[in-house]
C-alpha cells in the first residue's frame, strides 16, 4: 500500500536576487520531522555573485566550491526524497524559480517537483481542524485568517529569519504546528488563548 504524501517544508538560499541568481542551498523538513540540508556547488555557467546576499547569509563563494556538494547530485538526490510529496515555501516564486534552475542544470525535468506558498499549508492545516469541528465555512473563513494572523505575529516576534534553508525551513515547520495548536484550542473552547 503507498504511503500518503508527506507535507515538505522547503527553503533555498541563493547568489543573489537578480534574474541570473542561482541557489547555493537548500534545506528542507518534513512534517515528521526528518530533514536534510546541502552547500551547492555552483554549476560552471553560474557566475552571478551579489556582495549583500552573502552578507545577508554569510556563506561565500569559495565555501561552496570547497564544501558543496555537485549541483547534479543535490538535484537528483530532491528528486529521489522529495517526488510525490506536497512541498511548501515562503516565497515560492523565487523559491520555484531556483528550484527550475537547479533541476534545468541538472537536465532533470523542471515540474518534475513543485512548490506552493506555505500560507496554502498552514490555511489548510487551520480549515481541516474547524471543518471537522463542525464549524461553517464562513466562521472557518474568519477564524482562519485570526488564528494564522495571531501566530505570524508571534512568529515574527521571534526575529528576522536565519537566512540559512535549513533553519528557515524549520521555522515554517514551527508555524504550521502553531496554528494547528491554536486551532485546537480554538475548537475547545479556549478562545482566550488563540
Do not use: C
Given at each position: 500500500?503507498?504511503?500518503?504524501?508527506?507535507?515538505?517544508?522547503?527553503d533555498?538560499?541563493?547568489?543573489?536576487?537578480?534574474?541570473?541568481?542561482?541557489p547555493i542551498?537548500?534545506?528542507?523538513?518534513?512534517?515528521?520531522?526528518?530533514e536534510?540540508?546541502?552547500?551547492?556547488?555552483?554549476?560552471?555557467a553560474?557566475?552571478?555573485?551579489?556582495?549583500?546576499?552573502?552578507?545577508t547569509?554569510?556563506l561565500?563563494?569559495?565555501?561552496?566550491?570547497?564544501?558543496?556538494?555537485?549541483?547534479?547530485?543535490v538535484?537528483?538526490r530532491m528528486?529521489?526524497?522529495?517526488?510525490g510529496?506536497?512541498?511548501?515555501?515562503?516565497?515560492?516564486?523565487?523559491?520555484?524559480?531556483?528550484?527550475s534552475?537547479?533541476?534545468?542544470s541538472?537536465?532533470?525535468?523542471?515540474?518534475?517537483?513543485?512548490v506552493?506558498?506555505?500560507?496554502?499549508?498552514?490555511?489548510?492545516?487551520?480549515?481541516?481542524?474547524?471543518?471537522?469541528a463542525?464549524?461553517?465555512?464562513?466562521?472557518?473563513?474568519v477564524?482562519?485568517?485570526?488564528?494564522?494572523?495571531?501566530?505570524?505575529l508571534?512568529?515574527?516576534?521571534?526575529?528576522?529569519?536565519?537566512?540559512?534553508?535549513?533553519?528557515?525551513?524549520?521555522?515554517?515547520?514551527?508555524?504550521?504546528?502553531?496554528?494547528?495548536?491554536r486551532a485546537?484550542?480554538?475548537?475547545?473552547?479556549?478562545?482566550?488563548?488563540?
Open positions: 500500500m503507498n504511503k500518503p504524501p508527506d507535507i515538505v517544508f522547503l533555498f538560499e541563493a547568489s543573489s536576487l537578480s534574474k541570473n541568481s542561482y542551498e537548500v534545506g528542507w523538513v518534513f512534517a515528521s520531522g526528518r536534510e540540508s546541502h552547500l551547492i556547488r555552483p554549476a560552471p553560474w557566475t552571478d555573485w551579489s556582495e549583500e546576499s552573502e552578507a547569509h554569510h561565500t563563494r569559495e565555501r561552496l566550491f570547497a564544501e558543496g556538494r555537485p549541483h547534479d547530485e538535484a537528483k528528486l529521489e526524497v522529495l517526488s510529496h506536497a512541498l511548501f515555501a515562503t516565497a515560492p516564486s523565487w523559491d520555484g524559480q531556483w528550484l534552475k537547479l533541476l534545468r541538472a537536465s532533470l525535468p523542471r515540474h518534475v517537483l513543485r506552493q506558498d506555505t500560507d496554502v499549508a498552514h490555511e489548510e492545516a487551520i480549515a481541516r481542524i474547524l471543518q471537522e463542525g464549524m461553517s465555512e464562513s466562521e472557518i473563513a477564524r482562519a485568517k485570526e488564528i494564522l494572523g495571531r501566530a505570524r508571534e512568529d515574527e516576534a521571534e526575529g528576522d529569519p536565519d537566512h540559512r534553508a535549513l533553519a528557515d525551513a524549520k521555522r515554517e515547520l514551527r508555524l504550521w504546528r502553531n496554528v494547528q495548536e485546537e484550542n480554538y475548537v475547545r473552547g479556549h478562545k482566550s488563548r488563540i
